[in-house]
Nanobody, 126 residues
């Protein structure tokens, strides 16, 4: 079993920055992909944001956040971060971290992921 707990979401002004965290516990993550998804108002929890292999250093970003967001990890703390700069009102949403074992075809799809946190709310005001 894998447990994921997000934190750090808050209200921030447009143009500002915020870092949210995902603390992982349970089984070892050496063969896992960890990702951030978001749920915007009125939609499902399936908007891909970014992903990072636990054993690798090559991230993948959604076009909407490329150049503004950075995903990173601290293996010693078993924590994944999402640094968000240049926030826009349309970045508002409930941000989830998710984990899936290596071997699936498309890691930008929410359905690929077996484990999810409870989400942390990010609200960007104009």
């Amino acid at each position: 079993q894998v447990q994921l707990v997000e934190s750090g979401g808050e209200l921030v002004q447009a143009g500002g920055s915020l870092r949210i965290s995902c603390a992982a516990s349970g089984r070892a993550f050496s063969t896992y992909i960890v990702a951030w998804f978001r749920q915007v108002p009125g939609k499902d929890r399936d908007e891909f944001v970014a992903l990072l292999p636990w054993s690798g250093d090559t991230p993948t970003y959604a076009e909407l956040v490329k150049g503004r967001f950075t995903i990173s990890k601290d293996k010693a703390k078993n924590t994944v971060y999402l640094q968000m700069n240049g926030l826009k009102v349309e970045d508002t949403g409930l941000y989830f971290c998710a984990a899936a074992p290596v071997g699936s075809a498309d890691y930008t799809r929410a359905a690929t992921y077996d484990y999810w946190g409870q989400g942390t709310q990010v609200t960007v005001s104009s």
